[in-house]
């Protein structure tokens, strides 16, 4: 999963890029000291049923769900997202999009930064969609298209965002390629002073963000920041210490998990236990195709053991002695922690 983190200049990006990744990149960027460079980092998804099921298999590799960050910088007008940017581009890349919003000192406006930031994105999408729509007059048969970003500019000019039109499959498919930015799945990070830290998001935003139907998480990015920066002994004591039950990356991947409707299903082997993320609702068939195309193309059954189920006998033989074993056919949706053998035919 690719995760872009934009906002304001100093809003605290860097920092909670930082956080989330235990990286070391230059914070402070607005102040001249890094020129507007693009951090990446990736991060396994902490997964303790992939611990459990290592231990069990001992297998030759371990592998986690990852997420891959990518720290923008603001850039150097006021306006980060100028139409035909560069960083726009980039941006129209990232899968979800958490903005930061400042809101760690008296003069933080978090709720105005975010209403600028989505009108931001609004006018970006409705410039490219104004363009292929003039593109589009001189084309011939592209009708479905046009009536479609017709659509997409209607919502645009009114202010509203691509993710409150309801598509269906094909329109979707239709959109993809454009990666408006509007219609990304979107969290907003409250990056929070150090004496919020662990404290849920205020009362008050979170009425206004259902009005915006935006999902929302609060963090104190500067002292969890330097947590994550700690060893891990160090970090259970500091943790305890300032009161914060759980750090805000386990709470980040979480919420993106739950925003984007993620869910994961495992495979096991001597050779490599492994997790592998897919949408909630995805098809058996469609899921072997994340493992390799040549799997999805000559399926012919997925078999089945639900995780709990696994654990509580403790072997797969056990679990096919007493029926936990399923033979699932193509359309099967795959549930969260389903361990799978796929048999197929190449
Ligand atoms: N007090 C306090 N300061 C913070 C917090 N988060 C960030 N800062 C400070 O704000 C400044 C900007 O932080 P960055 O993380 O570099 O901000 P940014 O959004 O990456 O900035 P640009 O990349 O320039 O847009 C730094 O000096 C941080 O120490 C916070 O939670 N509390
Ligand atoms: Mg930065």
Known sequence: MKV??????????????????????????????DKGEIHLGVIKVPDQRIDRLAEIYQPKKTTYAEIRFTDFPASQGKDDLKAGSDLLSQMREVEAMALVLRDFDVQAEPLKELDNLLAEMILADLVVVENRLARLKKEKGKEQESLLLERCRKALENEESLRSLSLTPDEEALLSGFGFLSRKPLLALFN??????????????????????????????????EIAQLNEADREVFLKEIGIEEPARARFIRASYRLLDL????????????????????????????????????????????????????????????????????????????????????
């Open 4 to 33: 872009g983190l934009i906002g304001r200049r100093g809003s605290g990006k860097t920092t909670i890029f930082n956080m989330l990744t235990g990286l070391d990149a230059q914070v402070g960027g607005y102040a001249g000291s």
């Open 192 to 225: 929070t002073s150090d004496e919020r830290a662990g404290q849920p998001l205020l009362r008050a935003y979170e009425e206004e963000l259902r009005r915006r139907a935006i999902q929302g998480l609060a963090l104190a990015g500067k002292v969890e920041m």
């Open 263 to 346: 869910i994961s299903f495992l495979t096991t082997g001597k050779d490599e236990v492994r997790a592998w993320t897919i949408k909630r609702g995805t098809t058996a068939k469609k899921a072997a195709g994340k493992i390799h195309s040549d799997i999805e193309r000559g399926f012919i059954r997925a078999e089945v053991v639900p995780y709990e189920d696994f654990i509580v006998l403790g072997s797969e033989a056990k679990c096919r002695e007493a029926g936990k074993l399923r033979l699932e056919g193509k359309d099967y949706s795959v549930q969260d922690g389903d361990i799978i053998h796929f048999r197929f035919n190449v």
